[in-house]
């Protein structure tokens, strides 16, 4: 492993091919509905489905995995767990890694050489740790501003010098200070979840079969009745949208307010053109009131775990089937 990633860009690399391992598996097994052993020939994809049905089980076979497959078909698949479980195994691994380059690298927490602590900004997460230093608003005032990706000459002074002066390497227990990064992994796979993991699978599954599509930061906007906004996806471009596609993971608590949301943006930009196919792929906790009533607005209200499903409907409308399209929705403002 190049040790000048930061466990940011590890947990990141790892989230991406959990999300590819999956996106497999789910269409080999018709979105986990018909899964066989064969579809479970490595390490990664038998954690994703283990861990989404709740099982721990350390390096089961595929075969074990189908087992607890068929007996928990009644519980829904939790796609996060799923997903992160391996993304964690894999972080604690790097994290272990790093404290032991930091602990050689410092003659076992005896000389924090400023020098070293530039050339090494990755092990930033760690040394807070040992510094016991546990936010970046506190870091800041006392060293300066650092990132993992970067620490300056006159920082990595400062820095070298609080260590000095905190870290006593007779207390140094490897296992405390593993413990303590764990807030440090969950806020970044927190983070992953939230800005990877659900529009990446999507994202993958447009790629798969080779659909045209802009994310939302590669267009200006989507024009409404009421407001010019931008969706999560269009296709095939922003200057003749034929489909766009929201993403939405919600809990229960805040199904309605979300709810309420998603449909005035469909109405919004479905009223000022007939001919666009509305898609809203969810997960978390929605009520079945919320899907019930937000189908009445999509065209398809589908959830991330049949994404692969929905893009041979979407590919079959780009294509001129407009069967595919469910609602026509007249919504226009016009002068008293």
């Known amino acids: 492993m190049d040790p000048t990633r930061t466990l940011y860009q590890v947990a990141d690399a790892e989230i991406r091919r959990c999300i590819d391992v999956y996106l497999r598996l789910a269409q080999q097994s018709n979105g986990l509905t018909a899964l066989l052993p064969e579809y479970l020939p490595d390490d990664r994809a038998r954690v994703i489905v283990m861990a989404g049905l709740g099982v721990t089980v350390q390096k089961p076979t595929a075969e074990e995995v189908c087992s607890e497959w068929q007996r928990r078909q009644a519980l829904a698949f939790d796609l996060e767990t799923g997903i992160t479980a391996g993304v964690y ?82 207390h140094v227990v490897k296992g405390e200070i593993l413990k303590r990064l764990e807030a440090t992994l969950e806020g970044i796979v927190r983070d992953l979840v939230g ?31 009421v407001y010019d906004f931008r969706a999560d996806f269009i296709l095939p471009d922003a200057s003749s949208p034929k489909v766009f596609i929201e993403v ?41 009131e919320t899907l019930r009533i937000m189908a009445n607005v999509f065209d398809y209200v589908v ?4 994404v692969d499903e929905l893009m041979h409907s979407i590919e079959a409308y780009l294509k001129g089937d407009r069967r595919k399209l469910k609602w026509l929705i007249e919504f226009r403002i016009s002068a008293a």
């Open 89 to 170: 195994t894999n972080l604690r691994t790097i994290a272990e890694t790093f404290y032991d380059e930091l602990s050689a690298g410092t003659d076992g927490f005896t000389r924090f050489e400023p020098g070293y602590l530039a050339e090494n900004p990755h092990l930033l997460p760690m040394l807070q740790h040992l510094g016991g230093i546990f936010s970046k608003a506190k870091l800041k005032a006392l060293v300066g501003a650092v990132s993992d990706n970067s620490i300056s000459k006159p920082a990595a002074e400062r820095l070298s010098k609080l260590l000095s002066e905190r870290v006593d390497p007779a």
């Open 195 to 225: 800005r990877v993991l659900l529009e990446s699978i999507v994202d993958a599954a447009l790629r798969l079969r080779g659909l045209p599509f802009l994310r939302e930061k590669q267009y200006d906007s989507l024009a409404g009745v």
């Open 248 to 288: 939405r993971k919600s809990s229960s608590r805040h199904a309605s307010l979300y709810a309420k949301d998603k449909m005035f943006s469909a109405i919004n930009w479905k009223g000022r053109r007939s001919d666009l196919l509305a898609v809203l792929v969810v997960d978390g906790d929605w009520t079945r």
């Open 303 to 306: 959830p991330i775990g049949r």
